[in-house]
C-alpha cells in the first residue's frame, strides 16, 4: 500500500522586506561589539571587570578635575593622562579583547556569519571599530570631565574655556593612537585561540614584557640606543610618536631624539600589519 505525502500550507512566506546589505551587517556587528565590551546584555559578572576598570578612571579622572579647582594646578595634562592610565588599559584590553573574537572561534558560529553575504574584511572592521572605540570612550570620556572641570572654574572666561579645548583635542588624538595600536595587537592574539584565559594571558605578556627590554636599551651607554629603546615596547612607541608630533615629554619619558619618524613609521606598520595578519586570520577561517 503507497502513502501519499501531504503538504500542508502553515503560513510560511518569502521574506519581502529590505534587503539592507552588508554595511548594515557591519554596523550591526560593531553595535554588538562595543555592547560586548561593556557587558550590556550580559550577566553581571561580565560588567564587572570593563565597569571596574572605567571606574578606576572616571575617579581618577574626578580627582584631579577637583584638585584643579581648588588649587588651579594640574595633575597631568590631557596627553599625559593616557600615558597614567596605560597600565589599566593593558589589561582591559587583554580581557575585553577575548569576549570579541575568541568566544566566536570557541562557540564555532563564524561558518554561519560567513554562510550570508558578510567577508572577512567585513568581520574584521567591524570587531576593530568596535574596540578601538570601546579604549577611546575609556580615555575620553574622564578626559573629558577633567575638561568640564576646568571649563567652569577657569577665571578667563569665554577664552579660557577655548583655551582648555584646544588643550582636549590633541589629548583625544592621542587616545585614537592608543586605541587603535592596543585593537590591533589584542585583536590579533585573541584570534588565535578560542580559550579565552589563554588570549588575555597572551595580551599581558606581550605589553608587559616587552617593558624590560626597554629597560635594558634604555641602560646602555649609546645615546643611539637610548632614543631608540622605545621601539621595543608598544606602550613605548605610542609614547614616541606622542612626544615627536607634539614637541613634549610624555609620562613614559621615551626621549626620542631626532628618531620621530622612525617611531611614527613603526606604529604605522605595526597597526597595518595587525589588520592584515587579522584578515588573512579570518579568511582562512571562512574558506573552511
Known amino acids: 500500500m503507497s502513502e501519499t505525502g501531504v503538504i500542508h500550507d502553515i503560513g ?41 576598570v572605567a571606574g578606576i578612571m572616571l575617579l581618577v579622572a574626578v580627582i584631579a578635575a577637583a584638585v584643579r579647582s581648588i588649587t588651579g594646578e594640574m595633575f597631568f595634562s ?33 561558518p554561519l556569519y560567513f554562510s550570508r553575504p558578510l567577508r572577512a574584511a567585513d568581520y574584521v572592521i567591524a570587531k576593530f571599530a568596535a574596540m578601538t572605540a ?28 577655548f583655551d582648555e579645548l584646544w588643550d582636549l583635542l590633541p589629548g583625544w588624538a592621542y ?54 629603546s622605545g621601539l621595543a615596547s608598544p606602550a613605548f612607541l605610542i609614547g614616541g610618536v606622542g612626544e615627536w608630533l607634539t614637541g613634549r615629554e610624555s609620562q613614559l619619558d621615551v626621549g626620542v631624539g631626532r628618531f620621530g619618524p622612525i617611531y611614527g613609521i613603526e606604529a604605522a606598520c605595526l597597526v597595518a600589519a595587525c589588520f592584515l595578519l587579522l584578515l588573512a586570520r579570518y579568511r582562512k577561517v571562512a574558506s573552511l
Open 78 to 110: 590631557y596627553v599625559q593622562y593616557a600615558d597614567q592610565m596605560s597600565l589599566l588599559v593593558i589589561f582591559f584590553a587583554a580581557i575585553v579583547a577575548p569576549q570579541l573574537v575568541s568566544r566566536d572561534l570557541r562557540a564555532g558560529v563564524l
Open 12 to 52: 510560511y512566506q518569502r521574506y519581502s522586506g529590505p534587503r539592507l546589505g552588508r554595511v548594515a551587517m557591519q554596523r550591526a556587528l560593531f553595535v554588538h561589539g562595543l555592547r560586548a565590551v561593556f557587558g550590556f546584555g550580559r550577566s553581571a559578572k561580565a560588567k564587572t571587570f570593563p565597569w571596574l
Open 134 to 161: 570601546a579604549i577611546w570612550l575609556l580615555l575620553g570620556v574622564p578626559q573629558f570631565i577633567m575638561f568640564l572641570g576646568a571649563a567652569f572654574t577657569t577665571r578667563t572666561g569665554v577664552s579660557g574655556v
Open 175 to 228: 587616545n585614537l593612537l592608543w586605541a587603535v595600536m592596543f585593537a590591533g595587537l589584542s585583536l590579533l592574539i585573541a584570534s588565535l585561540t578560542g580559550k579565552q584565559a589563554f588570549a588575555a594571558g597572551g595580551i599581558v605578556a606581550v605589553f608587559m614584557m616587552t617593558v624590560p627590554v626597554v629597560g635594558v636599551l634604555a641602560s646602555l651607554p649609546s645615546t643611539t640606543a637610548n632614543s631608540l
